[in-house]
């Protein structure tokens, strides 16, 4: 059996063809297109559906698959009737009018109920769909279902229209983890009714011909990117881990932590895993912060270049992006300014220095896995095993734990088996100078009221 999986991210999309070995047969990647429409920047979702539809019927043709899975990025919803949507996908990355926000804001529900913090932009996406519904309630009268974003590209592939729990679960103000239910704001709004019958990530809910083929695949129900990732490891039977997914967002989970330990503040969250039940999250946006920082570096990076910024003591100092456990202060680069490589190397430290801290704060003191691409060459994960020494660290065997968690799912689903190459042992790195590193930044971060060192933390 070989499955495609949509693994549609905010940066990136790509499509992957798995066997039952978890080997990827064959790949294609694009970039999706955000447009204005209005006073809304919206996905291109017609340029990426034809997109998505040629890969996939490549796959049909090429690779003979019996199924397509989707792993999807969070803070996304659609709205949909009967054939179509009935408003375009709104972009996440845009902050209502200060005069709506205020409106809005006051009908988000409290964070003991949600564990949704109170973020900018459309980070938790319930606040986003009160920004639509304030401006064109018209969308959601005319709207049959809504749909989180890998329900909508299962639905979209000639799915059914169904919900899933990992998805509306991921820090969207619209469930309630403790009760495993919709939250209040989903019952002031009179959105139940408009939510549509549950069904497990995975499930086959549709099937659908591409391609060449005659005989159609099956169309299984998405699942949110992260919370594939962390069932890629634990289905593994590592025992107790914390995963940390990287990409656009670098996302911090770990399952024992407390619920009560979750800072609203710092962009400490719970997540939903795919079974239903509460995970302890923190996260920040490391992918775009790396771009950020690094000005668009896209090649290797040499540990002498490393070495060369830790011991001239050029680092990034939060933040570079909204949200995050550091908000509130303007990113910036102190020390001498460094040449390209360089450049690239301070990314790679402050993504590392950062994920060290998300750590602490997220009372992490069990195996921890590196997953996705912020990884690749293995670096990123060799500098956090040499800064908490106390803590065994492991790497993905390829960079595609979302895919790879979703593709599990979706033969999970059929009663097949589904074997994924194991996590590797990670080597910590040796760079002179990097705990020192770690508390100056630490210490400038403190002094600039954004940042202080979590008591307690492993090390």
């Not at 991210?9 to 066997?19: Q, R």
């Not at 107790?240 to 990409?247: I, M």
């Not at 002094?447 to 492993?458: N, Q, S, Y």
Request: with cysteine; charged share 20%; glycine share 10%.
């Amino acid at each position: 059996m070989k499955v495609a999986v949509l693994d549609f991210g905010k940066t990136n999309s790509k499509l992957f063809v798995f066997d039952q070995h978890g080997q990827i047969l064959g790949e294609r990647r694009t970039q999706p297109n955000w447009t204005r429409e209005c006073d809304f920047s919206v996905l291109d979702e017609a340029a990426l559906h034809d997109w998505a539809a040629r890969a996939v019927g490549e796959a049909v043709d090429i690779h003979g698959i019996e199924g397509l899975m989707v792993s999807g990025h969070g803070c996304t919803f659609a709205l949909v009737d009967d054939a179509a949507l009935t408003h375009s996908i709104l972009d996440y990355e845009q902050e209502p009018p200060a005069e709506i926000a205020a409106q809005i804001d006051r009908r988000i529900p409290d964070f003991a109920e949600t564990f949704s913090p109170r973020l900018p932009l459309g980070f938790n996406y319930g606040r986003h769909m009160l920004w639509l519904k304030t401006v064109q309630p018209s969308v959601f009268a005319a709207a049959k279902s809504i749909l989180g974003y890998p329900q909508y590209w299962s639905w979209r592939f000639g799915g059914r229209a169904v919900s899933e729990v990992s998805y509306l679960g991921c820090h969207s103000h619209l469930w309630a983890p403790r009760k495993r239910d919709f939250s209040s704001l989903v019952d002031a709004e009179g959105w139940r009714r408009q939510m549509p019958a549950f069904e497990p990530a995975g499930a086959v809910i549709g099937e659908q011909s591409f391609g060449g083929a005659t005989r159609p695949i099956a169309i299984h129900n998405g699942v949110h990117d992260s919370n594939a990732a962390l069932h890629a490891y634990r289905r593994q039977e590592l025992g107790p881990v914390t995963v940390v997914s990287t990409g656009t967002w670098v996302v911090v989970l770990n399952p024992d932590c407390p619920l009560d330990s979750l800072d609203r503040d710092r962009d400490m969250l719970v997540n939903v895993d795919v079974d239903g039940g509460p995970v302890p999250t923190i996260r920040f946006m490391g992918g775009r912060e790396f771009a950020t920082i690094s000005a668009g570096w896209q090649g290797a990076i040499a540990p002498s270049a490393v070495q060369q910024v830790i011991g001239a003591g050029i680092m990034a100092l939060p933040s570079f992006a909204p949200g995050g456990p550091m908000p509130g202060h303007r990113g910036e680069l102190v020390g001498r300014t460094p040449n390209a490589e360089e450049r690239a190397a301070v990314a790679l430290l402050y993504v590392a220095l950062m994920v060290d801290l998300c750590l602490d704060l997220i009372h992490s003191n069990d195996t921890v896995i590196v997953d996705g691409g912020l990884n690749s060459g293995g670096l990123l994960a060799s500098l956090l095993a040499q800064l908490r020494p106390g803590q065994a660290f492991m790497q993905g065997a390829t960079l595609e734990g979302s895919a790879t968690g979703a593709a599990a799912l979706a033969f999970e689903n059929v009663g097949r088996e589904f074997a994924a190459e194991a996590p590797e042992p990670v080597r910590a790195s040796s760079f002179t100078g990097l705990a020192f590193h770690r508390d100056s930044w630490r210490g400038l971060a403190a002094d600039r009221g954004v940042a202080d060192a979590a008591a307690g933390g492993a090390r």
